[in-house]
């Protein structure tokens, strides 16, 4: 992980290429599928695996994102392949077996050959004459984490088949206290330590043949993935020098809930950090200071980053803009923005309220003025007032309570953290559910989650 000094130290040097490159290094670098190469018979079903190698280049890291990519087969006709990896031989021939995951410097990919009989099946090749395991070793967490082997045959005749179900074969693990594994393979971590796994398959002439993997079992949180980090908005644009705009990092995740505010737990950078500093929650220098706040020093713009290393390791990162345009008064007809002596106490506040989940069709937030006037915030699909991003101004410091009301098919999951004071429903996540916020600069972004 980058420190804040270092970064900025880059960034005002103009290197900005070394955050892309250290992105990329970090990230999803490359992807194998094993076995390399598998055969199978028409109607006969056989399990691919995707490792992906995440990490950079001096401490590359391994995880098995079977269940993260995306599955083809180059040739339908011939076999198919589930989105858990798993092929099924349509017809006599061959195909590649392709995985794709997105990375951070575009899609990534690995292949495989998958050759289909017209016949095959265990015994059409003779006897078992050697046993793989795949992979040969990998970590999983004693909270309850998983990892998935996979037992390969090759027969006399030289045939390759996955045999990790077959009742022929016995998983055994040496340590069951440290892990356990079920007759197709899946081991699961139950204390820490380290356990051997032999996959042991008997021929039907009572020969042996047999083969190990190790798995390693943690005592740390199952990795969760994080599938991708936005910043909201894309751009911030102010008119006034020392004007302020707070900008919102939203994390998608693999499990429930599926999106949710990151904007106290990113890093936040700027790339012209004299001119457009930009806050990280809590840093030292800038004590309770809410992340992602921008301040203009200067005329002109900057690239503003957050960045997050998630609980697998890798750094995601999001990228948006925040200007000051430098545009000289002209009374009467332009008044002109971001000039000098263009800085005034802020005396009113823009508060922008957005739809931060995945539900869109639904969803409502209101908010009265100041002076109590209804719905001068209306904001969801339809409204009159207002649509998918809604702004009203409020004097600076005034509370605004937003209000996400009970709306039918809505599960309401959350404000964003710069609410002061937040009141969900304790029954239900339908609502109604309130949010206190006390804008104490020019520009105030608040996000609703709704699923």
């Known amino acids: 992980m980058f420190n804040r000094t ?23 670098d490359s992807i194998s599928v094993g076995p390399a190469t598998q055969s199978v018979g028409v109607g006969q079903s056989t399990q691919f695996t995707a490792t992906g190698t995440l990490g950079n280049s001096k401490d590359p890291q391994s995880q098995n994102i079977t269940n993260q990519v995306t599955w083809t087969s180059s040739t339908p006709a011939v076999a198919t392949v589930s989105a858990a990896g798993v092929a099924v031989g349509v017809s006599a021939g061959t195909t590649t077996i392709t995985a794709t995951a997105p990375g951070f410097s575009g899609v990534v990919s690995g292949t495989a050959t998958l050759t289909v009989t017209g016949t095959g099946g265990v015994g059409a090749g003779g006897a078992i004459a050697s046993i793989s395991i795949i992979p040969g070793s990998q970590s999983v967490s004693a909270s309850g984490q998983t990892g998935q082997f996979i037992a390969l045959g090759t027969f006399s005749n030289g045939v390759t088949e996955n045999i990790s179900g077959m009742s022929q074969l016995t998983w055994m693990s040496s340590i069951p206290s440290v892990a356990t594994v079920s007759a197709t393979g899946l081991v699961s971590g139950v204390s820490a330590g380290t356990s051997t796994v032999t996959a042991l398959w ?52 693999s499990t429930p809930p599926y999106v949710r505010d990151l904007t106290n737990s990113v890093i936040w950078l700027s790339s012209f950090p004299n001119s457009f500093p930009v806050d990280t929650a809590s840093t030292p220098a800038n004590p309770g200071a809410p992340g992602g706040l921008v301040t203009a020093y200067g005329t002109g713009g900057a690239t503003i980053i957050a960045e997050v290393t998630a ?16 545009i000289l008064p002209d009374p009467p007809t332009q008044p002109g923005s971001c000039y000098p002596g263009s800085e005034t106490s802020a005396l009113l506040s823009t508060v922008t309220v957005y739809n931060e989940g995945l539900n869109t069709t639904n969803w409502l937030v209101t908010a009265p003025s100041a002076t109590g006037t209804p719905n001068v915030i209306h904001c969801g699909p339809g409204s009159t007032s207002g649509g998918s991003v809604c702004v009203a101004t409020y004097p600076v410091g005034s509370p605004i309570t937003l209000t996400a009301p009970a709306q039918p098919g809505v599960s309401f999951g959350g404000w964003s953290s710069n609410c002061t004071s937040i009141s969900p429903n304790p029954s239900s996540a339908a609502g109604p559910n309130t949010c206190t916020l006390s804008p104490a600069t020019s520009s105030e972004t608040v996000g609703a989650i709704f699923n």
């Not at 890798?314 to 948006?320: D, E, H, L, S």
């Open 6 to 28: 270092s970064v900025n130290a880059l960034l005002l040097a103009g290197l900005a290429l070394s955050i892309a490159g250290c992105v990329k290094n970090n990230g999803l």
């Open 202 to 253: 008997t021929n039907t002439n009572a020969s042996v043949v047999s083969a190990t993997a190790t798995v390693t079992v943690l005592l740390t949180t199952a990795p969760e993935p994080l599938l991708s980090l936005t910043i909201i908005p894309s751009t911030l644009t102010v008119g006034n020098l020392q004007d302020t705009g707070n900008f919102l990092a939203i994390g998608t995740f």
């Open 311 to 326: 609980a697998d390791g890798t750094i995601q990162t999001a990228t948006a803009t925040f200007n000051c345009p430098l």
